[in-house]
């Protein structure tokens, strides 16, 4: 299993130009800890962009948020997994034996499979949104029974707001991974962003990987930006 860097910052690199996202990935080795590619990236530049991006070397969290039949999802992983991400998503709510095949086909992979985290409740719902889908309770509660069903089914971790943090930390076990986006910087701007929470705060409460993307790719100077957040971590 590949283990995760010591520095927490992966770099989301949402571009669709493998071109851009490659000279980033050059720039940033040595600021940050990783990368993330996901759906905009994946689906305009596919392995080819992927493997591009891998040259600089740094790990890569690859975000495709699988969610399909059991089978479905094995067969994404293990077509997944030449690719040697370090992290790969799939949906929590695709169920206990969606996630328990995803398990069995990443550990084709041996010493080098990639963690294998869950989504829980996409932060872009509320407890309305769940409520229209028959989901009772708050997204809080959802949340921490996803991220239950997904440890009971092996999963190395979730995906969680940094508001979360401190309830998932109590109730699943330590090695349970915490990867959490919505992350910013004294200073930077929110975007589209609603709760955020400041990179040295996330990581005091437990986060294993902070995603930051728009203030280190926006910046004037990215590097300049990832070292000053990992700077902030010391
Ligand atoms: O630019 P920014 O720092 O907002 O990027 C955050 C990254 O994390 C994006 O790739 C976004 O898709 C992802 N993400 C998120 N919120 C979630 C899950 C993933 O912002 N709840």
New binding site residues.
Partial sequence: MSNLPANPVFC?L?TTDSVRAATLAHSLKGAVGGL?L?LEFFYACGHAGYRTVAEAGLPLFL?LKLHDIPNTVAGGVRALLPLKPSIMTIHAGGGLAMMKAAVEAAAEAGEQRPLIVG?TV???LDQSDLAAMGVQGSTGEQVLRLAELAEKAGLDGV?C?AHEIGALRRERSPGFKLIV????PAGAAI???KRVMSPADALALGADVL?????I?DAPDPRAAAEAIRASLS
């Fill in positions: 989301a949402d993330k996901g975000d989504v996409l932060t872009s995906v707001s986006p919505g992350i910013r975007g589209d962003q995603v930051i993307g728009r203030p790719t």
